[in-house]
């Protein structure tokens, strides 16, 4: 069986091709020891053949400057540990933008493989006034080129014939770009003296002309160098040479009608305008919002029903075994279902997202954001990722693939749950409805939803300027954003991306809050103790002397300050795994069965509740500074899973967890003390 | 004083002459096409005036002020 390696510039249609080869046999995961993600697929080919396809990265160039560009390097020249080196390539060009994909051309060139071109967008070469002598292009690239028009079964079949003769009978490229003859005698003769096996010429004369870092080269190599430095030389020559090469081609082979003012210039000169494109961005981001809200309620409730009768089936099937019931009813459904429930969101979210962003429009959002975020060491693209944290922060996570930078990309992740994800509404809503709106009206009601949903992002920003300062230094690489043309998005993709981004959600959050869910229901449940006769529940009592309750009280020392009793203590300890929890713990806390965000009766208890000197537990205050502890801290196990998924460390959970419940404890003891006190 | 990329007029074009203050920073613009003999034509500025949307070799990209400081332009008379 073979490899092959699926390369070319990002928004050429690269990752389309690669769906419609490989189909639903695709797996994805990581390269051994680095962050970015590998996607393989295995291609059916014609006579009961088969190969791996491996879909590498969107680059530019081979010149390794970001960590895609290195790690796709290494993975032709068979350097990484791990991977074998592909067998050939398929070099995926852009018909409409000839010139420049074949910078990259010249450059895997010289990797010296079998090569096959897949030109893309064949069929908005009328749209676009542009014409393509394609046997001329073969002629002057010296490989096959097959044209392909959109997912068109018959051109696939051509590429797979292609393949299965590329494999019988290798074509390797054998283009002159046209290099100073003094520099291809220097680059032959260095990969003479180096001990490293299998130079490449690429490689070789990147080396002579820009240091390659990391290159481990003998004395005689690097004397080579030294000498080759001391002549005078113009480091840009290598890709000035390249382009001209490009150039020379595409004037050859390509006739454009330059004054077709396409499609795209008209709509962008209206969504990248600075007034209308941000009215438009704006419009579009409340609809995703709301989107995701209302779109997502009617399919949670039906989850909720659907998870509360398995949960009364498991309780019948399992009567006479009260442990065993709870376990599964409680533990097990309950903890699971509260987490699954968010899967509509998720769901929405990204189908979406990926919507705009095959659209080209995410793009657009991200170049009119740029400024806003770019201070603090994000950049526009972190807009995306955060206005999904909105909705749920894991898949705003997931979302931040799509920033290239390594560095903005940690401090997008560690600074979006900040966000007031949707898991917070619920005790918003409660705290609001039972401690605000009765005394100083709905309109302060309102006002004070708004305000804690502002909180989160408001200190985003700050956040993430401090750990841009800190540890986390910014990348130098210049922002740099490609805005591609409108497209019309190829459902297919949007769908497998969706489907994906469902799939990670439900195992990787399912497993950690599976794991955790039988832990809080273990802690809460033992020591064991008996029921209320009366109602046959486990009471207030019962949880008071369970571990969890003491754990609870222990805390709750800490927590005075911030206005907290030790049921409010307990409700957060045990919140810790998943937010929402903290309705249902403080609605057994105060005897409310099966309590939730809308019910009376537990609004009723927590506003008659008394401390042992007589004043009431819950003033304005307390209810304040529960909502501000709420909005920042981290208590959201899923997302600490996701966090040390994406960033590939334990360490930068703990970090998020320690940094946002800092920020939490403090922000929240300081309004107590001091503001909180005219509240009382 | 050199003209640069970052005060060009919205829709105005210009030839690329060369870098300041060295090519090493700007490798990844020069790869994109910024090479010295090619024409790139400024499209708008995003409110407030930074990124900005700059077009080169028929591809359209988002720069920042900062960035297009350093690449010189040949103005048309």
């Not at chain 1, 292009?137 to 096959?144: G, S």
């Not at chain 1, 080759?228 to 490009?246: L, M, T």
């Amino acid at each position: 069986m073979k490899k092959i390696a699926l390369i070319g510039n990002p928004n050429t249609g690269k990752t389309s091709l690669f769906n419609v080869l490989c189909r639903s046999r695709q797996r994805v995961g990581n390269y051994p020891g680095v962050t970015v993600e590998k996607k393989q697929g295995r291609c059916n080919l014609p006579g009961d053949n088969f190969v791996e396809i491996v879909d590498l990265p969107g680059i530019y160039s081979l010149k390794p400057l970001s960590l895609d560009e290195q790690l796709t390097l290494d993975v032709l020249e068979g350097k990484l540990s791990g991977e074998d080196k592909p067998d050939a390539l398929i070099v995926v060009i852009d018909s409409t933008r000839l010139q420049r994909n074949l910078f990259l051309f010249s450059q895997l060139a010289e990797m010296e493989m079998p090569t096959i071109v897949a030109l893309t967008m064949a069929d908005t070469l009328d749209s676009e006034g542009v014409s393509i002598d394609l046997k001329l292009l073969e002629e002057k690239l010296t490989v096959p080129v097959i044209p392909i028009h959109g997912p068109n079964e018959k051109q696939i079949n051509e590429l797979k014939e292609k393949l299965v003769s590329l494999m019988n009978q290798p074509q390797i490229p054998s283009i002159k770009v046209g290099f100073s003859e003094k520099l291809e005698a220097k680059s032959q003769q260095l990969i003479k003296e180096s001990p490293e096996q299998n130079m490449s010429m690429f490689r070789a004369r990147e080396i002579l002309m820009s240091g390659l870092p990391g290159a481990k080269l003998s004395s005689k190599a690097n004397e080579l160098i030294k000498s080759w430095s001391s002549e005078a030389k113009d480091a840009s020559e290598v890709p000035i040479v390249r382009h001209k090469w490009a150039q020379s081609v595409s004037q050859k082979v390509e006739k454009r009608n330059n004054q077709k003012k396409t499609l795209t210039s008209k709509i962008d000169s209206i969504l990248t305008h600075p007034v209308a494109g941000l009215s438009a961005f704006f419009v579009t981001m409340g609809l995703l919002f709301q989107s995701i809200y209302t779109g997502a309620a009617p399919v949670m409730d039906a989850l909720d029903i659907a998870f509360g009768a398995t949960g009364d089936f498991a309780r019948t099937a399992l009567t006479g075994l009260p442990l065993m019931q709870s376990l599964v009813a409680d533990g097990i459904i309950g903890g699971v279902g509260s987490v699954l429930i968010f899967l509509p969101q998720v769901v929405i979210l990204f189908f979406i997202i990926s919507l705009l962003e095959d659209s080209g429009y995410l793009a657009r959002a991200s170049f009119l954001m740029d400024r806003l975020l770019g201070w603090t060491g994000m950049s526009g693209r972190s807009f995306i990722p955060m206005i999904s944290s909105f909705a749920c922060a894991i898949p705003a996570i997931l979302s931040t693939r799509v920033i290239p930078d390594a560095r903005t990309r940690m401090i997008t992740i560690l600074v979006t749950p900040l966000i007031s994800c949707s898991a917070r509404l619920p005790v918003y809503i409660l705290m609001i409805g039972t401690f605000i709106e009765p005394i100083y009206g709905a309109f302060w009601a309102g006002i004070s939803l708004f305000a804690f949903h502002s909180l989160g992002i408001l200190l985003t920003l700050p956040m993430a300027w401090l750990l841009n300062r800190g540890r986390i230094a910014a990348n130098k690489t210049p922002f740099l954003l490609e805005l591609p043309p409108y497209r019309l998005p190829l459902w297919r993709n949007v769908f497998w991306r969706t489907y994906e981004a469902a799939k990670k959600f439900t195992l990787k959050a399912g497993t950690i809050i599976f794991a955790l869910s039988i832990i809080i229901w273990a802690l809460s449940t033992f020591p064991l103790q008996e029921n209320d006769p009366e109602t046959g529940n486990r009471s207030a009592a019962t949880i008071e002397e369970s571990y969890l309750g003491q754990m609870g009280k222990g805390i709750q020392p800490i927590f005075a300050p911030l206005g907290f009793d030790w049921k409010i203590s307990i409700g957060i300890v045990s919140a810790f795994p998943a937010r929402e929890v903290i309705i249902s713990t403080l609605g057994i806390l105060y005897q409310a069965e099966d309590a939730d965000e809308e019910s009376q009766l537990l609004r009723q208890r927590m506003q008659s509740s008394k401390t042992a000197d007589g004043s009431p537990t819950f003033t304005p205050a307390v209810a304040i500074s529960l909502m501000i502890f709420f909005a920042l801290c981290s208590q959201c196990m899923s997302t600490l899973a996701i966090v040390q998924k994406e960033l590939n460390h334990v360490k930068w959970a703990v970090f998020l967890f320690a940094y946002m419940t800092g920020l939490a404890y403090v922000v929240s003891l300081v309004f107590y003390q001091t503001l909180g006190q005219t509240f009382s | 004083m050199k003209d640069t990329l970052a005060i060009l007029e919205p829709q105005e074009s210009a030839e690329v002459v060369g870098f300041t203050p060295s090519y090493a920073e700007q490798v990844r613009l020069v790869e994109l096409g910024l090479v010295p003999g090619s024409i790139v034509k400024m499209i708008q500025s995003a409110p407030l005036g930074d990124p900005i949307e700059i077009e080169i070799m028929d591809t359209k990209l988002c720069i920042r002020k900062s960035d297009a400081e350093s690449i010189e332009v040949k103005r048309s008379p």
